[in-house]
């Protein structure tokens, strides 16, 4: 305190640095009381951040009225190369658009099969089971090319749960996000095909099934989970049922096998018969 000051002059002095000391503190207590609260939002918001990124992750995917990618003609399209059955790659069909025919890529050199399918359809595994393998095996030659195009027509089969229309959507999930493995979750759905009457298997019990078969795809689930092409599979049903080429005097149903435009009718537990067709086909 300075010297030669006056008892009343250092009173005022010391009064002057109490207040000032005062007011310093004042304001760090305000900093404090600003800062704790803050850093508690900041904190909280990153929490917020990090769970509706998670959220949004690991959550279902939305419905889109587009058709899945790989399947321009509502079929997914495969031919041999390096000893494999490869998917080819198309766009997707748009939404409020129509399927484009999906031409060999082989150029028409080698027998096209087509084959609408519902993953549901008891009649359609004991298709695929007397003749997938040969026919998956023939395309992985090069020797033909083939068409899977899926469908749903027996929802009324499984208890009000939709179960053929949500497998067909899986379908749909693999071709648009891993199209080569579409084949190998095709052959799982109908060595795992639950019985007609019953509830058929859930959303979560097609992604097991999926996974299963050795596809895990976060992509493939959140689609599954969310019935993503739900859309498509309703449109891609209604235009095989209005589909000329696929009438018979009974109407239509699954399997329809069609080789080079003609459709197969007889045994679909006789490979033989199968391998007579595909041979009588080829020729003509």
Same mark, same amino acid.
């Given at each position: 305190?300075?010297?030669?000051?006056?008892? +009343?002059?250092?009173?005022?002095?010391?009064?002057?640095?109490? %207040?000032?000391?005062?007011?310093? =503190? =004042?304001?760090?207590?305000?900093?404090?009381?600003?800062?704790?609260?803050?850093?508690?939002?900041?904190?909280?918001?990153?929490?917020?951040?990090?769970? $509706?990124?998670?959220?949004? #992750?690991?959550?279902?995917?939305?419905?889109?009225?587009? &058709? @899945?990618?790989? #399947?321009?003609?509502?079929?997914?399209?495969?031919?041999?190369?390096?000893?494999?059955?490869?998917?080819?790659?198309?766009?997707?069909?748009?939404?409020?658009?129509?399927?484009?025919?999906?031409?060999?890529? !082989?150029?028409?050199?080698?027998?096209?099969?087509?084959?609408? *399918?519902?993953?549901?359809?008891?009649?359609?595994?004991?298709?695929?089971? /007397?003749?997938?393998?040969?026919?998956?095996?023939?395309?992985?030659?090069?020797?033909?090319?083939?068409?899977?195009?899926? *469908?749903?027509?027996?929802? !009324?089969?499984?208890?009000?749960?939709?179960?053929?229309? %949500?497998?067909?959507?899986?379908?749909?999930?693999?071709?648009?996000?891993?199209? +080569?493995?579409?084949?190998? $979750? #095709?052959?799982?759905?109908? !060595?795992? =095909?639950?019985?007609?009457?019953?509830?058929?298997?859930? +959303?979560?019990?097609?992604? /097991?099934?999926?996974?299963?078969? &050795?596809?895990?795809?976060?992509?493939?689930?959140?689609?599954?989970?969310?019935?993503?092409?739900?859309?498509?599979?309703?449109?891609?049903?209604? %235009?095989?049922?209005?589909?000329?080429?696929?009438? /018979?005097?009974?109407?239509?149903?699954? @399997?329809?096998?069609? $080789?080079?435009?003609? #459709?197969?009718?007889?045994?679909?537990?006789?490979?033989?018969?199968?391998?007579?067709?595909?041979?009588?086909?080829?020729?003509?």
């Amino acid at each position: 305190m300075p010297d030669g000051l006056s008892r +009343n002059e250092r009173r005022e002095v010391a009064r002057e640095h109490a %207040r000032r000391a005062r007011e310093k =503190q =004042q304001r760090r207590d305000r900093l404090r009381r600003w800062l704790i609260p803050t850093g508690v939002t900041t904190i909280v918001l990153a929490i917020v951040a990090v769970v $509706v990124l998670v959220v949004s #992750m690991s959550g279902p995917s939305p419905q889109t009225a587009a &058709g @899945p990618k790989n #399947m321009i003609s509502d079929g997914i399209l495969f031919t041999g190369a390096n000893g494999a059955a490869v998917a080819t790659p198309t766009a997707a069909i748009p939404a409020k658009g129509g399927p484009t025919p999906h031409p060999s890529s !082989a150029g028409g050199r080698v027998p096209h099969i087509v084959e609408y *399918v519902d993953f549901a359809c008891p009649h359609c595994k004991e298709f695929e089971s /007397t003749n997938a393998a040969a026919i998956q095996t023939l395309v992985a030659g090069g020797r033909l090319t083939l068409e899977v195009r899926p *469908v749903a027509i027996l929802d !009324a089969s499984f208890e009000g749960t939709r179960y053929a229309s %949500r497998a067909a959507d899986a379908g749909a999930c693999v071709a648009n996000f891993s199209p +080569n493995d579409f084949l190998k $979750v #095709m052959n799982a759905f109908f !060595a795992g =095909q639950p019985a007609e009457n019953s509830p058929g298997l859930t +959303n979560a019990q097609i992604v /097991t099934l999926v996974h299963e078969a &050795g596809v895990k795809n976060a992509d493939i689930d959140r689609c599954i989970a969310g019935e993503s092409f739900a859309s498509w599979v309703d449109s891609a049903t209604a %235009r095989f049922v209005a589909n000329p080429a696929v009438q /018979t005097p009974q109407g239509v149903g699954t @399997p329809t096998i069609l $080789v080079n435009g003609k #459709m197969y009718t007889d045994s679909l537990t006789d490979s033989a018969s199968f391998d007579n067709f595909l041979a009588g086909a080829t020729k003509s």
